[in-house]
Nanobody
């Protein structure tokens, strides 16, 4: 099973930017769709973004479209989430995850389709 480690979270003012990283080890991620989820206090973990294994094709939750961009560096076995124009409601712990199926063409937003998760990185946006 792949081991995922997120980093890059922190405290930022509203309107600011952060770049999250998710470094994978134990498995090449180039065969797997990779996703980002988030969990705010007292809420369910929810989908943020997913990128297809081949790269270049992504899907985003409506609340981040146009502000967040996901990318993958297969040479580093790392995925990124660039978050711009952050809002206080974006405050949450952000998790990356790998799809449980290789070469899935459908970009899933369902938690149940992901079987490896990192420990998460806290993002706090102040108003």
């Amino acid at each position: 099973q792949v081991h995922l480690v997120e980093s890059g979270g922190g405290l930022v003012q509203a309107g600011g930017s952060l770049r999250l990283s998710c470094a994978a080890s134990g498995r090449e991620i180039s065969a797997y769709n990779m996703a980002w989820f988030r969990q705010a206090p007292g809420k369910e973990r929810e989908f943020v973004a997913v990128e297809r294994y081949s790269g270049g094709v992504s899907s985003y939750a409506d609340f981040v479209k146009g502000r967040f961009t996901m990318s993958t560096d297969n040479a580093k076995n790392t995925v990124y989430l660039q978050m711009n124009s952050l809002r206080p409601e974006n405050t949450a712990v952000y998790y990356c995850a790998t799809d449980r199926t290789t070469y899935r063409t459908f970009l899933s937003a369902l938690r149940s389709n992901y079987d490896s998760w990192g420990q998460g990185t806290q993002v706090t946006v102040s108003s």
